[in-house]
Structure formats: structure tokens, C-alpha cells
């Protein structure tokens, strides 16, 4: 539980450590309201923003960082509500 934890960096890492911190079953992180990380490394971790285990870790999340061009991402929106 990381309860304090209110930024994430996760764009250089393995995409196991996105799953770690975003996978309730793993940890919980009720502050995190900025996430930086690769897009298609979020993608494949939240199953393509259907998987429930890592919904309540991203729904208090207001920033939302990639560092690639995107085409076409609205769907994740409704999984980040708060952005």
C-alpha cells in the first residue's frame, strides 16, 4: 500500500512495474493523480482499459503523460474519469 504516493514515473521502466502499481491485487495507491507512462505499455497492463484490477488505481489520476504521438486515444478516457 503506498497511500503517499501521488506522482508516478514508469516510462523507462519494464512494463511489470506498471502492472505492480497499478494492480490493486498488488498494491494501492488512492493518491496517485499523475501517471507517466508509455502508451502501449498501459495498454497491454490494462487490457485495453477494460481490466478491473487496475481501474481504481487509475481513477483518481488528473495527468496522464506520454512521450509518444497518439492517434485516435479517447478510449481511455472513460477509464481515467478525473482527467
Sequence with gaps: EYP????????????DYLEQ??????AYVPCLTELKALY?????????FT????????AKVKQLIFFEQLDNVQDYYHYFPSL
Design 51 to 58: 481490466r478491473e484490477e487496475t481501474r481504481r488505481n487509475c
Design 4 to 15: 503517499h504516493l501521488t506522482s508516478l514515473d514508469v516510462s523507462h521502466g519494464h512494463q
Design 40 to 48: 502501449p505499455n498501459l495498454k497491454i497492463v490494462t487490457n485495453n
Design 21 to 26: 502499481f497499478l494492480n490493486e491485487t498488488k
